[in-house]
């Protein structure tokens, strides 16, 4: 079997890639680009792709294709219905990075509560050195414990991150933006509710036709002017546009993105030039990455290919 993988890069060398290696024929390449797709993908029995799209076209002219398998969750790059007409199964790895996005999702609301940058370099420029007091008390933050957390989508990232808050003290709420995984130990509520009630607003939901645009000017208005978002689930979930204009008219207090619209994010995006930046935390799509989660995903895609070849 000759193995494909088209963007190798976008795993980084993690401990068992040398086990992927040994499945048969294999060729990688760092990064593929649309043009270089159809050449690289034409004598393949089987593609692994992260980002790289295959559409109809590409994959109805790889004849000699039988797997795609996708080194992530999210299927947005791959034409499904294509591949179904010509039988090649599509697999992706769930669950792979439940904790790896949780203990982003709380770095970004621990720093968008504390500041931490700038409170490090008051002690290291030597301000703290000349205070008269034992601490710094210029600027207050609050606690999580005693506040409302919603959850927009409460899958395997969503559920982690919702433990995580009830850890911190917090009651947590949450709106399924499927109507399905309404079995939860928590409280459900419609989503103009958990707007207006929540004082964190974490978003973990897929992108697709129920959640493109969710958060736009309008629900960001009905958001407390204390609260913060996060969002570590797709980008387009968030109107970008909508967000930098709430973030300076003091809507929110804050907010925290580790997806965007168009990844890598465009030097004219106007996140990147809103007034108040302390206000804004940004990570360039990587709360998913940790070794451990990388790892489990490299596993995933070596027993996906396992499953298919035993299936024979």
């Known amino acids: 079997m000759t193995i494909v993988f088209l963007d190798i890069k976008t795993i980084g060398d993690v401990p068992n890639l040398e086990s992927l290696r040994q499945l048969g024929e294999f060729e990688s390449y760092p990064v ?46 791959i034409d499904r219905e294509a591949a179904k007409e010509e039988g090649i199964p599509v697999k992706n790895v769930a669950g792979y990075a439940s904790g790896s996005v949780a203990q982003g999702t709380f770095a970004m609301i621990l720093h968008l509560v504390y500041n931490l940058p700038e409170i490090d370099r008051y002690v290291k420029n030597g301000a703290y050195s000349q205070s008269d007091i034992f601490t710094n008390l210029d600027r207050s933050y609050h606690e999580i414990a005693g ?27 949450y709106y399924s933006t499927s109507g399905r995984n309404t079995d939860q130990p928590y409280r459900r509520l419609e989503l103009s509710e958990l707007l207006e009630t929540s004082d964190i607003v974490s978003v973990h939901a897929p992108l697709n036709d129920n959640t493109d645009n969710l958060l736009d000017y ?66 360039p799509h990587m709360t998913w990455a940790s070794v451990e989660a990388r790892t489990a995903l490299v596993e995933g895609i070596i027993e996906n290919i396992e499953e298919f070849l035993d299936e024979r």
Do not use: H, W
């Open 32 to 77: 593929t680009r649309p043009d270089q797709t159809a050449e690289r993908i034409r004598e393949a029995d089987i593609v692994i792709t992260n980002k790289v799209v295959l559409d109809e076209a590409l994959i109805k002219g790889a004849e000699k294709l039988k797997l795609i398998c996708v080194a992530a969750t999210g299927m947005n790059n």
């Open 147 to 173: 506040l409302q957390f919603g959850v927009i989508g409460m899958g395997s990232i969503g559920n982690r991150v919702a433990q995580i808050a009830e850890a911190f003290g917090a009651t947590v709420v």
């Open 218 to 283: 309008e629900k960001l208005q009905q958001m407390k002017s204390s609260a913060l978002l996060i969002n570590t689930g797709r980008g387009g979930i968030v109107n970008e546009n909508d967000l930098a204009r709430a973030l300076d008219e003091d809507l929110i207090a804050g907010a925290g993105l580790d997806v965007f619209e168009q990844e890598p994010i465009p030097a004219d995006n106007p996140l990147l030039g809103i007034r108040k930046k302390e206000k804004l935390v940004l990570t």
